[in-house]
């Protein structure tokens, strides 16, 4: 249960249409009349998925003051699914045709009719759905739901279509609204629409930062994963990473909140790159200080840009560690701050886990909207060649030996 225990993943949602903006009664209500309810017998026809109060896959305790916390609802889905294994469907057929041919006096199963090999089929079938309907074969899953009505804005560690879509259909089904998953470039527009900054941001393309690689062709790289994903604008999360990196080691880690106050950040133990030409493939640096390695600065020179990035942020009074994955804007490994003092029942330490992980999601979009104010800005053409100084300084003090050896690594 990443909420609330552990380190915490998560991705985000848009609660998009007519839903509810406010927790009540009513909310609880909801949930409450559409509880897990997997089918006992026979196979489900797909995944099933239901509500859950939060804390284990069977929690039907719905109640507001085990749910509801300054803001947020903790809530989990109870996804179900059946696989009953390929091995274990041919096993049963097998055996079922080789009744047959027994009983016909048939040397083998190949021998049988068309007929008696449907009727084996079905024998099959029944008994591998009884043994579901025992409970055999049967995953169960628990996704955990942090929900704020009135910021429309729903965290789940739902990346893959597998979870995504169950969940989206199990909120609408519930609560009328949509879930809508929010990338970089889709959260981007949101946060930068109320400035007015809409047709900017339809014209905003891939930013040339760095060098191509040898052999590509100079200019805007093509941002493969971003170009040919759902949300073309992606590449901003990228964007964002490799700002990062340059305040970090231009500005002392310190970046100014649009409401004035700072935050500091520390590129910590991973950095994950890939080639925004597509060429020259991916490199993963695990370690103390990776952006010191002779590595990292060839491979930022040489066309790699981030696409995940370890982090420390410190909004001056609590500090968290995460990776961040800057296309998705994906969550991965957050560590909370430990209490100074510990929380004397379990429903406080929810709450404090909680509050924390909501402030530590208004510090990483506070950081991700300063850098829109920069990214959209008359200044940005100058920011832009300052950080591109940045990359060709990075490698500078190299040897050419080195630079040699570390391009054709950075290069596998």
Same mark, same amino acid.
């Given at each position: 249960?990443? &909420?609330?225990?552990?380190?915490?993943?998560?991705?985000? &949602?848009?609660?998009?249409?007519?839903?509810?903006?406010?927790?009540?009664?009513?909310?609880?209500?909801?949930?409450?009349?559409?509880?897990?309810?997997?089918?006992?017998?026979?196979?489900?026809?797909?995944?099933?998925?239901?509500?859950?109060?939060?804390?284990?896959?069977?929690?039907?305790?719905?109640?507001?003051?085990?749910?509801?916390?300054?803001?947020?609802?903790?809530?989990?889905?109870?996804?179900?699914?059946?696989?009953?294994?390929?091995?274990?469907?041919?096993?049963?057929?097998?055996?079922?045709?080789?009744?047959?041919?027994?009983?016909?006096?048939?040397?083998?199963?190949?021998?049988?009719?068309?007929?008696?090999?449907?009727?084996?089929?079905?024998?099959?079938?029944?008994?591998?759905?009884?043994?579901?309907?025992?409970?055999?074969?049967?995953?169960?899953?628990?996704?955990?739901?942090?929900?704020?009505?009135?910021?429309?804005?729903?965290?789940?560690?739902?990346?893959?279509?597998?979870?995504?879509?169950?969940?989206?259909?199990?909120?609408?089904?519930?609560?009328?609204?949509?879930?809508?998953?929010?990338?970089?470039?889709?959260?981007?527009?949101?946060?930068?629409?109320?400035?007015?900054?809409?047709?900017?941001?339809?014209?905003?393309?891939?930013?040339?930062?760095?060098?191509?690689?040898?052999?590509?062709?100079?200019?805007?790289?093509?941002?493969?994963?971003?170009?040919?994903?759902?949300?073309?604008?992606?590449?901003?999360?990228?964007?964002?990473?490799?700002?990062? !990196?340059?305040?970090?080691?231009?500005?002392?880690?310190?970046?100014?909140?649009?409401?004035?106050?700072?935050?500091?950040?520390?590129?910590?133990?991973?950095?994950?790159?890939?080639?925004?030409?597509?060429?020259?493939?991916?490199?993963?640096?695990?370690?103390?200080?990776?952006?010191?390695?002779?590595?990292?600065?060839?491979?930022?020179?040489?066309?790699? !840009?981030?696409?995940?990035?370890?982090?420390?942020?410190?909004?001056?009074?609590?500090?968290?560690?995460?990776?961040?994955?800057?296309?998705? &804007?994906?969550?991965?490994?957050?560590?909370?701050?430990?209490?100074?003092?510990?929380?004397?029942?379990?429903?406080?330490?929810?709450?404090?886990?909680?509050?924390?992980?909501?402030?530590?999601?208004?510090?990483?979009?506070?950081?991700?909207?300063?850098?829109?104010?920069?990214?959209?800005?008359?200044?940005?053409?100058?920011?832009?060649?300052?950080?591109?100084?940045?990359?060709?300084?990075?490698?500078?003090?190299?040897?050419?030996?080195?630079?040699?050896?570390?391009?054709?690594?950075?290069?596998?």
């Amino acid at each position: 249960m990443p &909420f609330l225990n552990g380190t915490v993943t998560y991705a985000r &949602f848009a609660v998009t249409g007519n839903a509810p903006e406010r927790i009540d009664q009513g909310v609880i209500d909801a949930f409450a009349a559409n509880p897990a309810r997997p089918t006992p017998i026979g196979v489900p026809p797909g995944p099933e998925a239901g509500w859950t109060a939060g804390y284990h896959i069977m929690d039907e305790e719905f109640a507001l003051e085990r749910m509801a916390f300054d803001g947020w609802i903790h809530a989990g889905m109870r996804l179900d699914v059946v696989r009953v294994p390929p091995e274990v469907r041919r096993a049963y057929i097998a055996i079922a045709e080789k009744s047959r041919g027994s009983a016909l006096g048939d040397a083998a199963p190949g021998w049988l009719s068309r007929t008696a090999r449907r009727e084996a089929r079905v024998e099959a079938q029944r008994q591998w759905e009884e043994e579901v309907g025992q409970g055999r074969y049967r995953s169960s899953k628990l996704v955990p739901v942090l929900w704020n009505p009135a910021e429309r804005t729903v965290l789940a560690p739902a990346t893959s279509d597998s979870i995504v879509a169950p969940l989206r259909d199990l909120f609408t089904a519930t609560f009328g609204g949509r879930l809508e998953p929010r990338s970089s470039g889709s959260l981007a527009l949101d946060l930068i629409a109320p400035r007015g900054q809409m047709r900017s941001f339809e014209d905003a393309l891939p930013d040339s930062l760095g060098h191509a690689p040898a052999g590509g062709v100079e200019g805007r790289p093509e941002v493969p994963w971003a170009t040919g994903g759902p949300e073309p604008k992606d590449f901003l999360g990228n964007v964002f990473l490799l700002w990062l !990196w340059w305040r970090f080691e231009n500005g002392e880690g310190l970046i100014d909140r649009p409401d004035r106050r700072s935050i500091a950040i520390t590129i910590d133990r991973s950095i994950e790159s890939e080639c925004a030409w597509g060429m020259t493939g991916r490199q993963l640096l695990t370690g103390d200080g990776p952006t010191s390695w002779p590595e990292s600065r060839i491979a930022t020179r040489n066309g790699k !840009w981030p696409r995940r990035m370890g982090l420390l942020i410190s909004d001056g009074e609590f500090d968290w560690s995460c990776s961040l994955q800057g296309d998705r &804007f994906a969550v991965g490994g957050l560590r909370l701050p430990r209490p100074e003092v510990p929380a004397e029942t379990p429903v406080d330490a929810t709450r404090e886990r909680i509050e924390s992980i909501a402030a530590f999601d208004r510090a990483l979009l506070s950081l991700y909207d300063a850098f829109l104010l920069d990214r959209f800005s008359d200044g940005w053409k100058t920011k832009r060649g300052q950080m591109s100084d940045w990359l060709d300084d990075r490698s500078k003090g190299l040897s050419a030996r080195q630079q040699s050896r570390m391009e054709v690594a950075s290069s596998v």
